[in-house]
């Protein structure tokens, strides 16, 4: 079937960068390339589940072109666009810590680029079989991985977080092997296509590939690709530019950690394949929100011994993988005091983006080290007994400087964010006293009304996000072939900031079921 769904295809990557002179579709290491040609493996019996009308309409599609067999044939892998030829990337990339050699898109195939209202679209789709970067796999994904990264993707969107999109969500038809836990249960699953949708699939291991093969001449046409799409700003290429290049990827890698850290989201997997050279959100894998605030969780079993990939230490794990990135750029500009001067600039930029975060969690204009030392008590206090962190900053607006607490009602505005009440005595209760008076005391400095600092908490501190066992309900009712709680829960977090109150059953407490069952407490990279 011809395709023409798109007027405004607008390709770049494959046109300004090399393709791998082999066109044959077989495992294999790639030179001197940035992609390898390859068309997606039609699958049988494709259907269209979900779709984001707001990111069609970012690619100028109508609601009847989403519906369209056009859109199901494009987007399912089972026909190619007219004009186009589809591509799988060529990247390397550091993996817990490690250097991993050859990556690649394993299963996901880019199939074009579109340019809408003068912002820069690529579409890529994952699962769609097998590319020469596939390694040991088999190029599919699963339902249940497929829903995790499509409500995900446009979940932080709309949270504010920078992010790749999510076009459209197909069932294949298909089914796919699986071992979820690794275990050596493997069972077969549903298969799926998600649609990702980014101004630009470009990594950091792009640039590791080439650097790690010495190979200066593309990795300076990539640098020069980026800069000349998405950076134009810093003018034409040269060493100047190159290192306002890093230095401007290192300022949306830490924008994009601070907004991590303000909603409790855990990646899951930060390699530097999976860190977006715009700074965005990428790769939506085993990832998790806090539940109860602990910053030695993360919900990605494979990292349950080092914990590498923990909440509380992502903002350090994306200061390593910045330097890979800039031990990668080195060749261009043959000079290492910038870099280290860029990088050290992270940490205090960091500390100082850290506290104004939290502080406008907590309502407060950051003064100085005493606003700190209220941070940091915080912090210590929340993990003194379970405490729920999106409740319990969504109740603290609660507070009144007009009201005097009692030490029987000092709790009260909170005590649904408590896992444990009953262990809310003794010393800990204490910490809990002193805490919120100490905080009442502070709110009482700042000059903006009850009203307004309410106004601005709430539109920082979400009142609903993806909790993990939100996403495991939803995938569990779709297996069965019900996508009316996929679609519900889409919905309610397209306004995460609102109050919806037809929704309050969400804004709860994870349930005791939840706590360790596999899918909601445990993930896995399996998908």
């Not at 599609?61 to 044939?73: I, K, M, R």
């Not at 990795?219 to 290049?245: C, N």
């Not at 009953?422 to 709110?443: H, N």
Request: aromatic share 12%.
């Amino acid at each position: 079937m011809a395709i023409n769904l798109f007027k405004n295809i607008n390709d770049t990557f494959s046109l300004s960068l090399p393709a791998d002179e082999k066109l044959e579709n077989h495992i294999r290491q790639v030179r001197k390339a940035a992609y390898s040609f390859v068309n997606p493996t039609p699958p049988s019996n494709p259907s269209l589940i979900a779709v984001s009308k707001e990111v069609g309409q970012l690619l100028g599609l109508s609601e009847e072109d989403l519906q369209s067999d056009a859109f199901l044939e494009m987007f399912s892998g089972s026909s190619v666009h007219t004009g186009t030829k589809p591509y799988a990337m060529c990247y390397g990339g550091h993996q817990f810590g490690q250097w991993a050699g050859q990556l690649g898109d394993g299963r996901a195939i880019n199939l074009a680029e579109v340019v809408q209202n003068d912002q820069r679209w690529a579409l890529q789709i994952k699962g769609a079989g097998l590319t020469p970067y596939s390694r040991s796999a088999d190029g599919l994904a699963v339902l249940r991985s497929s829903i995790r990264e499509y409500l995900c993707s446009e979940a932080m969107h709309h949270l504010g977080v920078p992010t790749t999109r999510a076009l459209s969500l197909v069932l294949t038809g298909d089914e796919v092997l699986r071992d979820i836990m690794y275990d050596g249960n493997s069972a077969y699953e549903k298969g799926a296509i998600v649609c990702r949708v980014s101004p630009s699939f470009v990594r950091f291991g792009n640039f590791q590939m080439f650097a790690a093969q010495r190979d200066h001449e593309n990795l300076r046409k990539l640098a020069d690709y980026t800069i000349q799409y998405f950076y134009p700003e810093l003018g034409t290429p040269s060493k100047d530019a190159y290192i306002a290049f890093f230095k401007a990827v290192v300022e949306r890698t830490l924008a994009m950690i601070i907004h991590w850290q303000r909603v409790g989201f855990v990646h899951g997997v930060m390699n530097t394949d999976n860190m977006s050279i715009l700074g965005l959100t990428i790769d939506y894998g085993p990832y998790g929100w806090l539940e109860d605030y602990d910053p030695n969780w993360t919900p990605n079993t494979t990292d349950r011994q080092t914990r590498r990939y923990r909440f509380g230490h992502q903002p350090q794990v994306a200061l390593w993988n910045l330097a890979q990135l800039a031990n990668a750029l080195y060749p261009l500009v043959e000079e290492q005091e910038p870099f280290v001067e860029i990088l050290e600039g992270y940490k205090t930029s960091y500390s100082g983006r850290y506290y104004d975060m939290m502080s406008a969690k907590l309502g407060i204009e950051f003064q100085d080290a005493s606003d700190i030392k209220l941070i940091q008590e915080l912090v210590d206090t929340l993990q003194l007994t379970e405490t729920d962190m999106t409740i319990f900053f969504r109740r603290l607006t609660d507070y009144s400087t007009a009201t005097i607490y009692s030490d029987d009602k000092v709790l009260d505005h909170i005590k649904e964010a408590f896992y444990a009440p009953q262990e809310l005595q003794g010393d800990v209760l204490e910490s809990w006293y002193s805490w919120i008076k100490k905080y009442l005391d502070r709110l009482k400095m700042e000059k903006v009304s009850d009203e307004e600092r309410r106004s601005n908490m709430n539109m920082i501190n979400p009142k609903y996000v993806l909790r993990n066992y939100m996403a495991q309900l939803a995938i569990e009712k779709a297996e069965e072939g019900n996508y009316d709680l996929l679609s519900e829960i889409y919905q309610l977090l397209l306004n995460p900031y609102e109050e919806q109150p037809e929704n309050e059953k969400w804004f709860t407490r994870r349930p005791d079921w939840a706590r360790h069952k596999v899918g909601s407490s445990m993930l896995s990279c399996s998908s």
